[in-house]
């Protein structure tokens, strides 16, 4: 019987495991070529789970899962931009509140179209606090969602805004400079936020580099998250695992 997600992600944080989380746009890995490659470098990189999900994507998630899951068997767990990219084919869903913003559309809006689909469908909900962090140019989620990220500078705020998810009854926290970003988030910003917390840190955004990785996991970030480099050097998908697997705290 297959474990459920986010006891797994625990059990992984307990035993000082990092995650690698490879992050697979709809709109970016769309025709069956593509996901081939991608379903084929992912059972020989063996990240912990695949996240599906973007700002925009028209694209549809199901039928992405539904091909991954016939050539890969690494879980999938949606990290979607807004409700109408929900589906049960997922092994698990990301219900994300942006509590860096001030938008009542992301933090509630969104959850109350898509909830009665959700309780019906009976997937694994993983409650998590996503926290958007400035970068040097204006990013998708940051576009989308008309809110404005937490200043990079300002790692006391992302730690109190971290600490409010957690109270609220957040399971996970998703530190997130967006996708292309840069720079990722600090060093300081994500050591701040993971000492103030007591639920597992995923740290994603402008990781292009096994130099990034390792500052992010060294600063205390239980998961990491790579998906916008990969799109232009799927490859790195490989090196990267090694890497995060490697890792010794």
Known sequence: ????????????????????????????????????????????????????????????????????????????????GNAIQFTPEADALLFLSLISGRN???????????????????????STGYILVESNDTTAVEYISNTRPIPRQKPQLAAATAIAGELLGNKLIYLEAGSGATPPVSFAMISSVKKSITVPLIVGGGLRSN????SALQAGADAVV????????????????????????
């Open 1 to 80: 019987m297959k474990s459920p997600i986010y006891l797994s992600i625990l059990e992984a944080v307990k035993q000082k495991h990092k995650l690698f989380i490879v992050l697979i746009d709809p709109d970016k890995c769309s025709d069956d070529a593509r996901i081939h490659q991608f379903a084929t470098l992912l059972n020989k990189a063996e990240p912990d789970l695949v996240f599906i999900g973007g700002s925009l994507t028209s694209e549809s998630t199901a039928c992405l899962i539904k091909q991954l899951k016939t050539e890969c068997h690494i879980p999938t767990v949606l990290f979607p």
């Open 211 to 214: 130099e990034d990785i390792l």
């Open 104 to 126: 009542s559309d992301f933090l509630i809006g969104q959850h109350v179209v898509i909830a009665p689909a959700v309780k019906q469908s009976g997937i694994e909900t993983i």
């Open 226 to 249: 790579v998906g916008n480099v990969l799109e232009t050097d799927p490859e790195k998908m490989l090196d990267f695992a090694k890497t995060i697997k490697n890792f010794v705290q």
